[in-house]
């Protein structure tokens, strides 16, 4: 059992950064994948970026070169670095870890990019 809790969320203008952050409670060595996912208003769920216990990571393309996921496993806490932010990554940011079949959320965190 892990719980997911994000922060980091906040409103910025376009071309600026923030740094969420999703704290793992349990151990982060337990999950095979951590990823981040965003809802928009009015649209479904998505994958934004994915980071495997080997390494790999995987982004969606409308953020590859401007979005960096990462994890500090001393902290137990899972990072994604957002640069160059533009209106359209306006959403609420959740925090996924899977173990096995099993999928665990956060509350998620509120983005807003907007002049």
């Known amino acids: 059992q892990v719980q997911l809790v994000e922060s980091g969320g906040g409103s910025v203008q376009p071309g600026g950064s923030l740094r969420l952050s999703c704290a793992v409670s349990g151990s982060i060595f337990s999950i095979n994948v951590v990823a981040w996912y965003r809802q928009a208003p009015g649209k479904q769920r998505a994958a934004v970026a994915s980071l495997t216990s080997g390494g790999s990571t995987t982004y969606v393309d409308s953020v590859k070169g401007r979005f960096t996921i990462s994890r500090d496993n001393a902290k137990n806490t899972v990072y994604l670095q957002m640069d160059s932010l533009k209106p359209e990554d306006t959403a609420l940011y959740y925090c996924?870890?899977?173990?096995?079949?099993?999928?665990?959320w956060g509350q998620g965190t509120q983005v807003t990019v907007s002049s």
């Open positions: 996924n870890g899977r173990i096995g079949t099993k999928n665990y």
